[in-house]
Structures are given as structure tokens and as C-alpha cells.
């Protein structure tokens, strides 16, 4: 059986591990936040190397979500570490201190790459 996971209606991120068990983490409710970067739609070729996203004027965000059409990496903050993007992505800071964030495509084929930022 295949590892599944959800946002839950209330909240909750649930990783469900047939015969392991069910694994949720509490959300937070909501983020205020007073600038935001509309969701942007990137194509992005394959062999593209750290392209920058669009903070749209925010220089401290408290999230970052990214949505995929298949594999990218993502650096946040000018990380030399790639964190493998496919499918969702979501970094929540309550302190404010994603700055910046890169994304890098060597997937083989072009990929549709959907993000927004709220700081």
C-alpha cells in the first residue's frame, strides 16, 4: 500500500503509513502577513540552474508555496543545498527570514512552476 498525505480540513498535514500509522502535524490556522506576491506561473526548461524567484519587493517572507508539474530542487536563502521539489512545497518561517529562494531544473523535460509569498 502506498504512503499518502493530506491537508486535513482542520489544519492538520497527515502522512498516513499503512500498517505503520497515521503521523499529523498541527498547522497553524492562518499567517498575517502585510505584503503579498501574487501567485506566478515560470516555465522552466530543463538544465536551467539557479533561477531566482520573484520576491515582488518583499525582502523577509513568512512563506514560500511552490507547485510543480514533476521535479525541481529548490535553495532557500542561498543554501548550497538542494531540497527536491515535486508536486508541493511549503516553507513556513514565523520569524520572517526566507530572503531569497532559487530553483534549478535538470528533470529532463521542461516544467510548469507555480509560486506565491507572503511576508
Not at 507547485?67 to 525541481?72: F, H, Q, S, V
Request: hydrophobic share 45%.
Amino acid at each position: 500500500m502506498a504512503i499518502t498525505a493530506e491537508i486535513t480540513g482542520e489544519g492538520v498535514f497527515r502522512i498516513t503509513d499503512p500498517g505503520k500509522g497515521i503521523y499529523d502535524f498541527q498547522l497553524p490556522r492562518s499567517f498575517t502577513v502585510t505584503q503579498f506576491k501574487p501567485p506566478e506561473l515560470r516555465n522552466v526548461a530543463n538544465g536551467v540552474t539557479d533561477l531566482a524567484l520573484n520576491f515582488g519587493g518583499i525582502t523577509a517572507a513568512k512563506w514560500l508555496v511552490i507547485e510543480t508539474d514533476g521535479a525541481i530542487t529548490l535553495k532557500v536563502n542561498g543554501s548550497a543545498t538542494a531540497v527536491p521539489v515535486d508536486t508541493l512545497y511549503i516553507e513556513v518561517s514565523s520569524g520572517g527570514l526566507i530572503t531569497a529562494a532559487t530553483i534549478s531544473n535538470a528533470s529532463g523535460a521542461s516544467r510548469a512552476v507555480r509560486y506565491a509569498i507572503g511576508g
